[in-house]
């Protein structure tokens, strides 16, 4: 991901649970963690919804 279209480096981590999948995205220069839940079809979607939670952490920071 480039600065311009997101937050910079980011590391995304996935976790299925049953019928649902936890994304997580960590900021790496200032350790920001975020995470969002769904189902497990959802995958694109909840890695969207994640990077959006962590560009609104972010500018709160």
């Known amino acids: 991901m480039t600065k311009r279209e997101g937050p910079g480096e980011v590391i995304v981590e996935f976790v ?3 019928a649902y ?5 960590v900021h790496v220069a200032s350790g920001v963690e975020v995470s969002a839940v769904g189902p497990v079809t959802e995958r694109n979607g909840l890695e969207r919804i994640a990077l959006a939670k962590l560009k609104r952490a972010l500018a709160a920071h």
């Open 16 to 18: 299925r649970n049953g």
């Open 21 to 25: 999948l936890k994304c997580s995205v």
